[in-house]
């Protein structure tokens, strides 16, 4: 079966450090790919979305991702944290028609980002 | 703008009770879908429906059940509670049943079972 990963389950840094967060799945097809983030106390919010033309994905508040499709990998990319940026987020795959088109989440990284 | 709306935002039940969480949104979305939220296991997909009528079973539908009679409702119902099911459920709809439609989330319902 598809599946997503989060390697990080938690990430403190300070304000102003640069974050990378790891999202790997589990399919040679084609997949669309998403981020969300959850900021405490809210609902999922998408940040940023891929689904073909450059792999290098420009999202709101800064963020980015690449999809590197030899490694079956979409990560996210902040250079520069702000405390707002606390929240958790979210991976997201879907695996297209063969798979329903049924959205599948990583677990999820919970970053705190320390002022 | 309304987008989607869950109601209640918190309950409390005891074993064996029923209820329905409700979900309604206003964007005339053909998909939509509910998850549960736990903590370290992401969000999985419970029920789905790609169009008023039409519904499917997700990852974990066991003890779920929903309905569809039109594009803007789509109700989750548990019909007898367990203390498994104590989670934050959210609601989701996007405008086409396509692989790259992100979807919009509702504020969730937090739900605990006695």
């Known amino acids: 079966a598809q599946s997503v990963s989060q390697h990080n389950h938690h990430v403190i840094l300070s304000e102003a450090a640069s974050l990378e967060l790891g999202c790997n799945y589990s399919?040679?097809?084609?997949?669309?790919l998403f981020w969300y983030v959850q900021y405490p106390g809210q609902h999922l919010q998408l940040l940023l979305k891929?689904?073909?033309?450059?792999?290098l994905v420009k999202g709101i508040k800064g963020f980015e991702a690449e999809f590197i499709k030899s490694k079956f990998s979409f990560n996210l990319r902040k250079p520069s944290v702000q405390w707002s940026d606390t929240a958790e987020y979210f991976c997201?795959?879907?695996?297209?028609?063969?798979?329903?088109?049924?959205?599948?989440f990583g677990g999820g990284t919970r970053v705190l980002v320390k002022p | 703008n309304a987008g989607v709306t869950q109601t209640p935002k918190f309950q409390v039940l005891k074993t064996g009770q029923s209820m329905t969480l409700q979900c309604a949104q206003d964007?005339?979305?053909?998909?939509m879908s509910w998850y549960r939220q736990d903590p370290g296991m992401g969000l999985r997909l419970i029920h789905y429906?790609?169009?008023?009528?039409?519904?499917d079973q997700g990852e974990v539908p066991n003890g779920y059940n929903v309905s569809r009679s039109t594009t803007e409702d789509f109700p989750l119902r548990l019909l007898s509670a367990a203390p498994s099911q104590t989670s934050v459920y959210f609601c989701?709809?996007?405008?086409?049943?396509?692989?790259?439609?992100?979807?919009?989330f509702g504020d969730g319902t937090r739900l605990s079972i006695l």
């Open positions: 989701a709809s996007s405008s086409a049943p396509r692989s790259n439609q992100p979807q919009h």
């Open positions: 399919y040679g097809g084609t997949v669309n």
């Open positions: 891929y689904f073909s033309g450059d792999p």
């Open positions: 997201a795959v879907n695996f297209g028609k063969a798979a329903g088109n049924k959205l599948t």
């Open positions: 964007m005339n979305h053909e998909y």
């Open positions: 429906s790609v169009g008023a009528g039409i519904t």
